[in-house]
């Protein structure tokens, strides 16, 4: 078994050379090379690209034409792999290079298409892991095919890897595509490290659109709730209006006044504008899916024929 490594980098810079080194020395003459895709982000990191690929000849630099998300950079390494599997993990050596031995030893024991690394002890602040694991229990509901401990930790058969490579949406959600391949996913306990590059770059606000839009793009339950609520509000409605007819025939009472009123067509007009909000994100997804917007284009390669 062969195994090369693809690091999408945006920042990092002396974290690069201590995963190569490492990587190196625990697969031995498994090692095929190391992918290194520029996503656009800090000058030094390309600059540091530089100059391991110019010091070793079994690392790939890979420059792309300008920022374009860290799946589609992940993606785009993709097609430079020649070995029989391939690992992805980040740059700043919060996934560390010890734990590769874990991924593949357990791919060996399930002969699995994909293995991911369950991060346990995560490193980041608080609030951030907090609102992760909101965000991820709600992604999970929606997307319910998607692998419980899924990271950017992991480790995958290549053919299943390049899978994904003609794969177009209008938001790239990398283990998304993974779920339309293959179903023979596992995963394994890894400790998760502290990052050497400082603060995630990822905020907040980030995090909650790309939630979002992975949602939208992967998942119908947005619409199905949507449904549901069209449903419930007919139902209460036809309820509601059999109450006041039949309290008008028994017992001579009038109709509900005007708070009444005012309440239901709040809550209904709110209702349509809900709904009519969920139907224009489809609607612009749709738009931009056929716009055959590029989801990378490599301006750059170091040590690889150009593509």
Known sequence: MTYSIVIPVFRAT??????????????????????????????????????????????IGIQLNRNF???????????????????TMDEDLEHHPTDILKLIIKQ????????????????????????????????????????????GFRLI???????????????????????????????????????????????????IRHFINIFVTFSSLPIRLLTSLSFLLFALSSTYAVVIIFNTLMYDTYAAGFPTLITMLGFGFGAILLGLGIIGEYIQRINLKTTHRPVFIVKNTLNSPKR
């Not at 995560?122 to 998607?146: A, C, V, Y």
């Not at 293959?182 to 980030?206: A, F, I, P, W």
């Open 108 to 151: 060996k024991e399930e002969n699995a298409d994909i293995v991911y690394a369950h991060l346990l002890n995560r490193s980041h602040n608080s609030f951030r892991n907090i609102t992760s694991k909101i965000l991820n229990t709600l992604l999970k509901l929606g997307m319910p095919e998607l692998h419980p401990h899924y990271s």
């Open 14 to 59: 002396a974290s690069l050379e201590v995963i190569y080194l490492k990587s190196k020395e625990l697969l031995g003459k498994q090692f095929s090379k190391l992918i290194l895709v520029f996503d656009q982000g800090k000058v030094d990191s390309w600059n540091k690209i530089e100059e391991l690929a110019n010091r070793y000849p079994d690392i």
């Open 69 to 87: 998300g860290q799946h589609n950079a992940t993606i785009c390494g993709f097609q430079y792999v020649d070995s029989e599997y391939l690992i």
């Open 157 to 207: 058969r290549t053919d299943v890897a390049k899978g994904v490579l003609e794969m177009r949406s209008s938001y790239t959600f990398l283990d998304g595509y993974l779920t339309w391949v293959t179903t023979n996913v596992v995963s394994v306990d890894v400790e998760h490290g502290r990052s050497q590059s400082g603060r995630s770059s990822y905020k907040l606000k980030d995090l």
